[in-house]
C-alpha cells in the first residue's frame, strides 16, 4: 500500500523560531511532492511542491527532497502564529494524474 | 493561481435523502477531478476520479452506487451522496488539474455534510 507518514504532532515552537516539519513515502515511484496548509474548516491550500532533489526555496518556505532517502521536509523560517494550522505533505503516488496521497498531517502550533 | 469553486460551502440533509456536490473549474479546463474526504481530525482520503466523458474510478472500499460522479463536461464533476446516513457526514473537497499544465492540482473550498 502506498502510504506518505507524518508526526501527527502537536509541534509547537516560538514566534520567530524555525518550524520543521518532517515526511516520508513509500512508493519510490513517486515524482511530485506538495505541502498543503490546513486551517481547521478549512480546504488545503498549496504552499509549494518539488520534484527534483535539494532545495526549493519560497519566501519564508523550504522544502526539501531526498528520493534515495523518501524523505520530504518543510522548513518555515520566523515562523508566526499566523502559520499556525495543519500542514499535509502530499505525493502523487506515480500516478502524474494529480491524484495525490495525503499524510495525515502534522499540527503546528506557533506561540507568541 | 486556477480557481476550483465548490458548492455548496455546507450543507445538512436528514437521514434517506440524497446531496448533490458540484466542482467547477472556473478559469481552466480539467478532464480530470478528484474527490476526496476528510472526517474530524484525520487526512484527507481519496475517494475516487472522475474522469470527462466517463465513468469514475472509485477508491477500494467507495461504494460506487452511494458516492454517484458525473463529469458532463471539462468544467464540472458533481457528486451525489445517495440515501445519506449520519456517518457519511464529513468534509468532502474536491481538486481539479489544468489539463494544459503540468503539476498542481487546485482544490475547492469543501463542503461540509451533516446528515441528521
Known amino acids: 500500500q502506498k502510504e506518505v507518514e507524518q508526526n501527527s504532532g502537536p509541534l509547537s515552537v516560538p514566534e520567530g523560531a524555525i518550524a520543521s516539519l518532517n515526511c516520508t513515502y513509500s512508493?519510490?515511484?513517486?515524482?511530485?511532492f506538495f505541502w498543503y496548509r490546513q486551517y481547521s474548516g478549512k480546504s488545503p491550500e498549496l504552499i509549494m511542491f518539488?520534484?527534483?532533489?535539494g532545495d526549493k526555496e519560497d519566501g519564508r518556505f523550504t522544502a526539501q527532497l531526498n528520493k534515495a532517502s523518501q524523505y520530504v521536509s518543510l522548513l518555515i523560517r520566523d515562523s508566526q502564529p499566523s502559520d499556525s494550522a495543519t500542514y499535509l505533505c502530499?505525493?502523487?503516488?506515480?500516478?502524474?494524474?494529480?491524484?495525490?496521497?495525503f499524510g495525515q498531517g502534522t499540527t503546528l502550533q506557533v506561540k507568541p | 493561481g486556477a480557481v476550483v469553486s465548490q458548492h455548496p460551502s455546507w450543507v445538512i440533509c436528514k437521514s434517506g435523502t440524497s446531496v448533490k456536490i458540484e466542482c467547477r473549474s472556473l478559469?481552466?479546463?480539467?478532464?480530470?477531478m478528484f474527490w476526496y474526504r476528510q472526517f474530524p481530525k484525520q487526512s484527507l482520503m481519496l475517494m475516487a476520479t472522475?474522469?470527462?466523458?466517463?465513468?469514475?474510478?472509485?477508491e477500494q472500499g467507495v461504494e460506487k452506487d452511494k458516492f454517484l460522479i458525473n463529469h458532463a463536461s471539462l468544467t464540472l464533476s458533481t457528486l451525489t451522496v445517495t440515501s445519506a446516513h449520519p456517518e457519511d457526514s464529513s468534509f468532502y473537497i474536491c481538486?481539479?488539474?489544468?489539463?494544459?499544465?503540468?503539476?498542481?492540482?487546485?482544490f475547492g473550498q469543501g463542503t461540509r455534510l451533516t446528515v441528521v
Open positions: 502530499a505525493a502523487d503516488g506515480s500516478s502524474n494524474t494529480g491524484k495525490l496521497i
Open positions: 478559469d481552466f479546463q480539467a478532464t480530470t
Open positions: 518539488i520534484y527534483s532533489n
Open positions: 472522475s474522469n470527462e466523458g466517463s465513468k469514475a474510478t472509485y
Open positions: 481538486s481539479a488539474r489544468d489539463s494544459g499544465a503540468s503539476t498542481e492540482a487546485f
Open positions: 512508493d519510490r515511484g513517486s515524482q511530485s
